[in-house]
């Protein structure tokens, strides 16, 4: 078996085979082993449930590849609403003709990030498409967590509340930028890729509660802001100067023309919380080796008006506009 | 708004706009419409998790689209684990130039079935890919589903039991397979494309329980049986003269060359009961509009040999050997 081929779709033998020889070898536990048509386990409480469909390209790149960004991806989006990852669903689309090495390799990624994340897959399923009719391989992932801190939304936001990174603004998108312009060979750009529950629990376990959290993805950290203020009808200020960002990020962003608060992140945190709580956030946040470049980057200023102002460090003003046009396409 | 463009997919402006109004106009309810990154809801009991890609060409057919086949596809997966439906994830890949009247179409389907089904849309995803790397639209849905009769299992089948199918074999393949061929235009031939949960539900409610329930998609019937015969260990005996297939499917499948029970059913349930219940479910089945055509098909007749095999109307015997090859891509 050296390439997926379309009877590894059709649901007969061949697909048995697969599953049994490529996915179970790397992702089996006791509940996916039984194959059924849904798999059943106990549930008590608040339930968060996410869906993400990753069709990134490429598809392996500084810092991770589709099966790791899939997985690390899914935990994110529970970890925001103050959910701990549990469960997860894997839907794969394959292009006839894929290589069932690098299936194993991404398989193997996922492996890895999810016994991290300490969260099983108990349930699967695989589609084989014609050659041409997909590109590679697109991963969907559901998730479903258990809400351990409730209330977090988008929608929460109150005058007074400060604005916190938990780290360097764009890494993702700009890795994918540099590797899709041929020009990541000699940077040391790469990916943020990561998942985030170990540093929110910690930021909950303190004792903080934000108001909101979110992982700016596609149309990153602006597109992030003007949905809160928009969501919770208010005017956001970011200071320019306080927002971390890779000087290898500028500087493709300036070649290219970028801003840097476009791009995605994939392993990074935006933080709304009370202003009493900035600080102590602040230092927990450092403390974490994945939040070592958080920053605060700005505040909540009026209930007036829904919209991002972005305060240059010569102290004049401009709207930061929500991300428009194409940007990057496939970024995750 | 007329065709979707690489725009629509970068979390910027023009997603924002799509999701208003086109996904959200069809889809909308309380807690999708608050657009977090993962859906918050109580849940107790026994969880059902399943989820499926569905990448059906044509995606229309007659019966039916991707849009019902989605939901109903769901439904079906929970409803043979004894689960109802309850929350419903739904990720769209969708490649640059797709209508986006067809996308409201489909939107459409989904939005009755969801309706019909009493299960709840509660969060979503959108991609869209440059022209060429998908074809057209995939959908993958992943559900939730609460546990009403536990223990139903395809590990479960004994010695002496029954099986039964709900309605005729084969025809959602025989369905997708004429579109393809160009030969639907002169025939009844149509997708048994449905929900189950209601047919379930009464075989419950009717206090009998099944050992197990599939519904029969990708492989038809003979995959089912054959990873019974497998997961249980044990041998199953089917009648051929007993086998429900209509004369549409029969006559396709004699003229191409295919099997009716390697073709996937989307509306039609495959039961393993005890022999004592066999009756009582025919009899529940066939006053059920769902299942009409039901059908005693076979029994378990050992526990020595896990294989299935069909006894032809001569008496003779011969092995129904799970289905192999490329038989039809892109079915579901």
């Keep these: 078996m ?8 059709s649901g007969g033998e061949e697909t048995q085979k697969l599953i ?3 996915f179970l070898k790397h992702l089996s536990n006791e509940i996916l082993a039984k194959m059924e048509d849904a ?32 997985v690390a991806g899914t935990v994110n989006d529970l970890a925001v609403m103050g959910a701990r990852p549990k469960y997860m669903s894997c839907s794969f689309i394959l292009e006839e003709g894929f290589p069932v090495e690098e299936l194993e390799l991404i398989l193997g990624s996922m492996a890895s990030e999810l016994q991290r994340a300490g969260m099983k897959l108990i349930t699967a399923d695989t589609k084989v498409v014609p050659r041409g009719s997909a590109d590679g391989i697109f991963i969907n992932a559901s998730g479903i967590g258990e809400v351990i801190c409730p209330g977090i939304s988008a929608h929460n936001l109150k005058e007074g509340d400060v604005i916190l990174v938990s780290g360097s603004v764009g ?44 992982d ?38 300036e070649l290219l023309g970028f801003e ?14 009370k202003e009493g709580d900035a600080e102590r956030l602040l230092e927990i946040l450092r403390s974490h080796p994945k939040g070592r470049s ?36 496939r970024i995750c």
Excluded at 2 to 9: A, E, F, Q, Y
Excluded at 188 to 210: N, T
Aim: net charge negative.
């Design 2 to 9: 050296k390439v997926i081929t379309l009877s590894h779709g």
């Design 20 to 22: 049994e020889s490529v």
């Design 39 to 70: 798999s059943v386990v106990n549930f008590e409480g608040q339930l968060a449930f996410t869906t993400d469909s990753f069709v990134v390209s490429p598809y392996r790149f500084k810092g991770g590849d589709i099966g790791k960004l899939a």
């Design 171 to 214: 890494d993702h998108g700009a890795c994918i930028l540099a590797e899709r312009e041929g020009m990541n060979f000699d940077t040391e750009l790469q990916s943020d890729c990561a998942q985030l529950w170990d540093l929110v629990e910690e930021v909950l376990r303190e004792g903080v509660k934000p108001s909101a959290m979110r």
């Design 216 to 253: 700016p993805t596609r149309g990153g950290l602006a597109a992030v802001l003007n949905e809160w203020a928009k969501q919770s009808g208010v005017e956001i200020e970011v200071e320019e100067e306080n927002l971390p960002v890779k000087s290898e990020v500028q500087g493709l962003c």
């Design 260 to 273: 840097p608060t476009h791009l995605a992140n994939e392993g990074m945190i935006v933080f709304a919380v």
């Design 294 to 329: 958080a920053q605060i980057i700005g505040r909540v200023v009026s209930r007036e008006r829904s919209r991002v102002v972005l305060k240059t460090p010569y102290g004049t003003k401009r709207l930061m506009e929500p991300p428009s046009g194409e940007l990057l396409p």
